[in-house]
């Protein structure tokens, strides 16, 4: 698959999470913590530094691979959950990927997951 047809998919699936307005961001990182595609909310300001961003990103991978650790006790991650007092954080692991999107605080993360979830699953099997 070219890399057009892959940005224009992540585009078209970054665009069906963002119709929810309480989807703030959604970013996909490789399995190094490094951000392949973004994309946020128009006028959302993200309020975290490039630098900060980076952290963030190498840290979700590393709780993803760090969770892999308990999958054959108690069952692979589908993901997980951080709330903050200004937004939530979800992060989801996929096919060598990792899925993180940024909501407005207190919405109902369990539905928006398990919709990216459906989402990429159809777009990142192939």
Same mark, same amino acid.
């Given at each position: 698959?070219s +890399?057009?047809?892959?940005? @224009?998919?992540?585009?078209?699936?970054?665009?069906?999470?963002?119709? &929810?307005?309480?989807?703030?961001?959604?970013?996909?990182?490789? &399995?190094?913590?490094?951000? $392949?595609?973004? @994309?946020?909310?128009?006028?959302?300001?993200?309020?975290? +530094?490039?630098?900060?961003?980076?952290?963030?990103? $190498? @840290? +979700?991978?590393?709780? /993803?691979?760090?969770?892999?650790?308990? %999958?054959v006790?108690?069952?692979s991650?589908?993901?997980?959950? +951080?709330?903050?007092?200004? /937004? %939530?954080?979800?992060? $989801?692991?996929?096919?060598?990927?990792?899925?993180?999107?940024?909501?407005?605080p &207190?919405?109902?993360? %369990?539905?928006?997951?398990?919709?990216? /979830?459906?989402?990429?699953e159809?777009?990142?099997? &192939?």
């Open positions: 698959m +890399s057009q047809i892959i940005s @224009k998919s992540l585009d078209y699936a970054c665009d069906i999470l963002l119709a &929810n307005n309480a989807v703030r961001y959604v970013g996909i990182l490789d &399995n190094m913590g490094n951000l $392949i595609y973004d @994309k946020k909310q128009n006028g959302v300001n993200l309020s975290i +530094s490039d630098e900060k961003s980076r952290s963030l990103y $190498i @840290k +979700s991978v590393l709780g /993803i691979l760090f969770e892999k650790d308990f %999958d006790q108690i069952g991650l589908k993901y997980n959950v +951080s709330h903050r007092t200004k /937004i %939530d954080m979800i992060t $989801i692991p996929m096919f060598n990927h990792v899925i993180v999107i940024s909501t407005e &207190n919405e109902n993360c %369990d539905v928006i997951a398990n919709s990216a /979830i459906q989402i990429f159809k777009l990142l099997k &192939n």
